[in-house]
């Protein structure tokens, strides 16, 4: 399966404008992609990536104008019946939530065919073919047989191939990726990218939507920097990354933690490196923990502490047991074997009422901060809530809101009218309520553009020095736990395969598993 490779330019975008409810967000944006290319756009959140890669596929909604010619058809003015017909044979659409753009109910096989039933009939035996061929071509282990696999059955990394053959399966000379390896592991992401790669060495354009500028430098020929709509900067990847002109962009490189010193500031990068206290006692000690679901292993005698003041990075494949390993800690699940002890006292295997008590003193920070939150809650009821618990003293909701940067004026305000990374310091000004002695930070800053990122490690690092704070810090990105860790620890399919100070570990691994992780780390 190759793309056609011709002299004309793959996409060409002129004057693009898209307005909803007559405030236009994207102002006269212009570009194209040639065959065999890949063109990044990046920016912070609220930029108009996204909206202006969706106008390529007639999707998005708002009010569409200038020119957008995929090949020799106009997008834009085009009708839905002409946009449909063209989605998948014209263009190649990889969203970054496989998920969710998959059909739980239904065999992925069954479903990437639609999109051959949708342009055109086909015996059922060739279309199985093509599926077959399509699954293959990007790396589908076993493809016939996972064809009647449903998407819950397969891994992230599993998934993503079948919306990239999904995508790929009529042969179109363009793919738009947007976020394509967010949220996925260092080793799925490296093997999602090679994909990408391959299908650009056999000729196909690639437009890519990323916030992860690493992922870009490895990926992208052209970047394009978006800043309010608008392309502010734009040049080779290697121009843009090595030597940025725009001070938009400029911001988006220093923002990335990886290869900064711990204790730098991402949002400052002019501002001298703090070093870290000393850690002073062990808070928080895990000792043989163990946890099965069913027959299957999770944690497998796992012994771990937690010192006052240090950050403790916790990296290792999906699967691994990290999220497990967190859920322990914190006591929601008992382990089936092995104990936990905090602040000196039986921790795991105590009674939920001789823990309460504690409870206060160990806070949680989430990936998807608003899942997490009661939708029919206001921000100063949520805090209000979470301060309530214990008998020592709690800061006032204004207090916490300016302790996590934001205005006391959110304290009315829903969290799903604020932007992800206000959320996000919600979600930790909601830890930091009850005045907690450890911080778990199960994958905080995964799901936030790299300037929001930057924004949430920089607030945690000033948290933990100002109140001694114990974080451990569990991610899939190495640069976040290089920058942030003091000491890392490394899983394997439930088990501790490395632990050491961040430095030496990062240095000179001493696993091969470890090695392999910090290869597959994309790199600017």
Known sequence: MSAAVGGASAVVVEGLRVAFDGVEVVHGVSFRVEPGECVAIVGESGSGKSVTARALLGLGGGAVSGSIRVGDQEVVGASERVLRRRRGAAVGFV???????????????????????????????????RVAE????????????????????????????????SAIVLDPPLLVADEPTTALDVTVQAR????????????????????????????????????????????????????????????LVAAVP??????????????PAVAPAPPGDVVLRASGLVARFGSRTAVDGVDLELRRGETLGLVGESGSGKSTVARLLLALRRPDAGSVEFAGEAWSQARERDRRPLRPRIGAIYQDSLSSFDPRWSVGRLLRDAGGRGDGPHASVPELLTSVGLSPALERRSPRTLSGGQRQRV??????????????????????????????????????????LALLLISHDLGVIAHMSDRIAVMRDGRLVETGPAASLLAAPREDYTRRLLADAPRL
């Not at 109910?105 to 199985?128: T, W, Y």
């Not at 690493?214 to 920097?225: E, K």
């Not at 490690?457 to 020095?465: A, E, G, R, V, Y």
């Open 134 to 165: 399509a699954l293959a071509s990007v790396g589908m282990p076993d493809p016939v047989e996972r064809m009647r696999d449903r998407s819950g059955e397969l891994s992230g990394g599993l998934r993503q191939r079948a919306l990239l053959a």
């Open 258 to 271: 990886a290869g900064r010193p711990r204790g730098s500031r991402l949002t400052d990068p002019d501002a």
């Open 427 to 468: 979600s930790i000004a909601r830890a930091l309520a009850s005045r907690p002695d450890v911080l778990i930070c199960d994958e905080p800053v995964s799901a936030l553009d790299v300037s929001v990122q930057a924004q949430i490690l920089d607030l945690l690092d000033d948290l933990q020095q100002r109140f001694g």
């Open 192 to 251: 999602v990218l090679e994909l990408f790669a391959e299908q650009k060495a056999r000729g196909r354009a690639l437009l890519l939507v990323s916030h992860d500028l690493a992922v870009v430098a490895g990926l992208a020929d052209r970047i394009l920097v978006l800043a309010d709509g608008r392309v502010v900067e734009e040049g080779t990847a290697e121009q843009v990354l090595r030597a940025p002109v725009s001070a938009e962009a400029r911001a």
């Open 95 to 129: 969203p970054q939530d496989a998920l969710q753009s998959l059909d739980p109910l239904r065999p992925i096989g069954r479903e990437i065919g639609d999109v051959l039933r949708l342009h055109g009939r086909l015996p059922a035996a060739e279309a199985s073919r």
